[in-house]
Every structure is written in structure tokens, then in C-alpha cells.
């Protein structure tokens, strides 16, 4: 039995694919313009991507930024990234602040998901997902090649590592550099959906080529649409992303 995911009303992993709206601000006053104008668009899910985000170094204004966020957002569910210049990411931190800042994120539970990059040190990954368990909030274990797709076998093979250390969603989004990747993208999801999935996963093909793995169909559970400004390649906006999903999984 797949496990689901319930978060502020919300069930991840059944049905149609959940929206996710990333946040992009560079401010605090661009990031509540953002929160007020996704706030109506009535999404699923919001990605504040903490990258962006100028006063990312300092801890106490990223907590007071998350609050005003979330005081916006009401129940919307929130993720929390920061995401690596190494994995597609707009800014380098060290890894010790980068297990600080989603540490005491965690600890505020203002947010409702950490994501947090597979490729880090299993032990610092396992404390981290205690801390997020023991405040209430979930974990996304992701992985992001803004190069390539890798073959089937290792794209399950890192789904499946993010499942072992009991991250509550695993991800990868991948970059196609012919239509044929994405076919390879899309055989891993189902295969992982067949077989090896026993919680919620997400799975992304980038760029033009891949938009279509942007409409679910092989058990990705959450796709990433655009309010304002785009967080990755190949995204679509919102309102055709929702068309589109109503048509597929009415
Ligand atoms: O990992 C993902 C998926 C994504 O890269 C996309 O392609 O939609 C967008 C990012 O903001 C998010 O963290």
C-alpha cells in the first residue's frame, strides 16, 4: 500500500497531480506582492524558493520573512527550498548553514515541507528529517540534473534512496536533451508507480521537451506551474496547467 500524504486539507499522492507555485522574490516586499497574488490563485501547494531570496544568510530575517508569508498564505501549504547552485540553484551556502537554516525552518513549523537535496551526507539528512518529524513537517528528498537525463535504472535507483531514508517525498526533475528523455523519464516514473513506490513521488522532465511529463499520468504526484516568474525551464502557468489537468483527470 502507497502511503498519502495529508497537509492543511490536502492529500498528496492520489488523484490528480497536486499545483505547486514557486516563490521567487528577491525581498521582502516582492516576496508579499508574490504571497498576495498566488494567495488568489487558489493553488494546492506554494514553493517559497529561499535561494532567491537576498537576505537568505541571515536566519532571523529568513524566519521573519517565512512568518509574513505564511500569515498571507493562510492554509495554503507551504514547501521551504533552498536550492544548491550545484542542483540548478541561485546562490551558495556552505553545507553547515545549509542544514542550520532548513534546521530552525523545521523547528518554526511554519512551514510544511523541507526539501532537501539527496545528495548531501546521510547523517546529516536522517538528523534533519528527525528534527522536521518530531515539529509536524514533512520532508522532500530531491534530486536535480539541469544537464541530463540519467538511464531508468539509476533515476529509480535515487527515487528509491530517498524513500529509504524515509523522506516522506521523493523527486527528481532531470534534463531532457531529446524527446527520447523524456520517454526514459517518464518509463522510470511508471516503473517506480508499478513497483517500487510505498509513498508519494515526484517526477520532472525540464525544458520544452518535457512539459508533457508536467501532466501527471505516470504517479508524479505534484507538478510546479508558474504565477509570476518561473523557478525552472519548461514550466507552464498556472491557469493552463490546471486546464489541463481538469481535461486529464476529470
Ligand atoms: O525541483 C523543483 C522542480 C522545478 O525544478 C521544476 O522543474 O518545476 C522547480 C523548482 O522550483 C522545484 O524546486
Redesign the pocket.
Known amino acids: 500500500m502507497k502511503k498519502i500524504i495529508k497537509v492543511k486539507g490536502l492529500t498528496i499522492g492520489e488523484g490528480a497531480p497536486k499545483i505547486?507555485v514557486?516563490m521567487?522574490g528577491k525581498t521582502l516586499k516582492e516576496l508579499k506582492l508574490e504571497a498576495e497574488y498566488i494567495q488568489k490563485l487558489h493553488v494546492d501547494l506554494v514553493?517559497w524558493?529561499v535561494d532567491f531570496f537576498e537576505k537568505v544568510e541571515k536566519i532571523e530575517k529568513v524566519k521573519q520573512a517565512l512568518s509574513e508569508i505564511r500569515s498571507i498564505l493562510h492554509s495554503t501549504p507551504i514547501?521551504f527550498?533552498f536550492?544548491s547552485k550545484r542542483e540548478?540553484g541561485e546562490k551558495e551556502i556552505n553545507n553547515g548553514y545549509y542544514m542550520e537554516l532548513n534546521k530552525v525552518v523545521a523547528e518554526t513549523s511554519l512551514s510544511d515541507f523541507i526539501?532537501i537535496e539527496l545528495f548531501n551526507e546521510e547523517q546529516d539528512i536522517k538528523k534533519l528529517i528527525d528534527t522536521a518529524h518530531s515539529n509536524g513537517v514533512f520532508v522532500i528528498l530531491?534530486n536535480?540534473d539541469f544537464e541530463k537525463t540519467p538511464p531508468k535504472e539509476e533515476i529509480i535507483s535515487r527515487l528509491c534512496k530517498a524513500q529509504e531514508l524515509d523522506g516522506d517525498i521523493s523527486?527528481i526533475?532531470v534534463m531532457p536533451n531529446h524527446p527520447g528523455d523524456v520517454i526514459t523519464l517518464l518509463e522510470a516514473a511508471n516503473t517506480m508507480n508499478e513497483k517500487y513506490a510505498d509513498r508519494p513521488f515526484?517526477t520532472?522532465s525540464?525544458g520544452d521537451y518535457?512539459k508533457i511529463s508536467?501532466f501527471g499520468g505516470f504517479g508524479s504526484a505534484i507538478?510546479?506551474g508558474v504565477a509570476t516568474n518561473?523557478?525552472?525551464?519548461?514550466?507552464i502557468s498556472v491557469e493552463e496547467l490546471r486546464k489541463v489537468l481538469e481535461i486529464l483527470y476529470k
Not at 230 to 235: I, M
Open positions: 505547486c514557486p521567487i514553493e524558493r514547501i527550498t536550492r540548478g526539501d530531491s536535480h523527486k526533475a515526484i520532472i525540464m518535457g508536467r507538478s510546479f518561473s523557478s525552472a525551464p519548461g514550466q
